[in-house]
């Protein structure tokens, strides 16, 4: 406070005022103190002694005084800039002074601001170009995985579709024609399951379709998909038992696509169970979690196939033979659904079957 009273006192704003006052003024306390020790009733070399400390002293207090205007100054200067030249723009310039330096050491702390706000804003455009390059890559991957999965799957129903077809060219029997248009409309249903399935795969993969939430009662969900694929069939080859809780279970998550997981599981449990075996679905509360399990009596898993079973078309050796009755993406996308919600799911061999199962949070 003091120093800046004197320095408006002197008009001190400039370093180079400030060198010329101390220069004047250490010029002025040299004549002083030789004039004083000259007048001194001492000898002429006792007087040289006290006139030659004195000396010592003003050079000292002046070097004191430069080195507190200058070399101080500097060295701040100096240490704010190697941390720059590190690429550190944290560093603040701490100069408190009304010259030259302080005004240098608000422009680098300006620049050092500004240069950090660039920084950031650089580094964010980067994570974004990132970002959409990333995208864009897995749009490309994924369109090329979709063009090379359809030309792939449709061949063999194409291929039947045209043999039928001209089979029922030639054909003159009114029953092996209707034959041959049931195996037809059987084949376009199909591929139409497998195009709208693998279109839907794709658009949760991508991110195209995102997942809407709302409180809804779980157990009343599963009972109606249950009841429509496993209980209003006719001609059913499989026993269905089940287990539900008699109290209402609410989750909170996209009701269409738990209704698709559910669908999907179930009619997986259908194309995979023995004949004349058991079906059995359950639901189990477990503390704050719900676990919902669909078992199947028939072939078990072999162990390695476990991992495959969520990958696009994979279909167990059971279901050879049923190729009609699904698309091969039931379950990939039950995987896709369940990751996007974030929740335990998976499937375990039985003794005598499989089960599928996953859990799901309940809230009040």
């Avoid at 400390?53 to 190697?82: C, Q, W, Y």
């Avoid at 302080?102 to 455009?125: C, I, R, V, Y």
């Avoid at 919902?292 to 050796?317: T, V």
């Amino acid at each position: 406070m003091m120093m800046k009273k004197i320095n408006a006192w002197f008009g001190l704003n400039t370093v180079r005022k400030k060198v010329l006052l101390l220069s004047k003024l250490a010029g002025g306390i040299i004549v002083f103190f030789y004039v004083f020790t000259s007048e001194l009733p001492t000898n002429r070399s006792i007087a040289f002694v006290i006139w030659f400390g004195l000396l010592v002293a003003v050079i000292i207090g002046v070097d004191a005084m430069l080195g507190h205007f200058i070399s101080k100054p500097l060295d701040e200067i100096n240490r704010t800039a190697r941390q720059m030249a590190k690429l550190d723009f944290s560093a603040h310039c701490n100069i408190d002074a009304e010259d030259e330096f302080g005004e240098l050491s608000q422009n680098l702390n300006t620049m050092f601001s500004k240069l950090g706000e660039a920084l950031e804003k650089l580094e964010a455009a980067n994570k974004q170009l990132e970002k959409e390059a990333t995208k864009q890559h897995l749009l490309l991957t994924q369109r090329k995985e979709l063009v090379d999965s359809l030309s792939h799957e449709m061949k063999t129903p194409l291929g039947l579709i045209r043999a039928y077809v001209e089979g029922l060219k030639e054909e003159t029997d009114e029953q092996k024609k209707q034959h041959y248009m049931e195996v037809i409309l059987s084949a376009t249903d199909r591929m139409n399951t497998m195009i709208v399935s693998l279109l839907d795969l794709s658009a949760l993969e991508a991110g195209a379709a995102k997942l809407s939430e709302e409180r809804f009662d779980f157990i009343e969900l599963a009972e109606t998909v249950a009841g429509r694929l496993l209980i209003d069939t006719p001609n059913a080859n499989y026993r269905f038992t089940y287990e539900l809780p008699d109290e209402k279970a609410f989750i909170y998550a996209d009701k269409y696509r738990m209704e698709q997981v559910l669908n999907n599981l179930i009619q997986n449990a259908k194309n995979h169970v023995c004949d004349s075996g058991e079906i059995h679905l359950s639901v189990i509360r477990r503390e704050s979690k719900l676990r919902f399990s669909i078992f199947n009596q028939g072939e078990q898993i072999p162990p390695q196939d476990i991992p495959m079973i969520w990958e696009k078309f994979y279909r167990g050796k059971s279901s050879q033979n049923n190729t009609f009755n699904s698309s091969g993406l039931g379950l990939s996308i039950v995987a896709q659904i369940l990751s996007m919600c974030e929740t335990d799911y998976g499937v375990e061999n039985k003794p005598n079957g499989v089960e599928f199962y996953f859990d799901f949070s309940i809230i009040a």
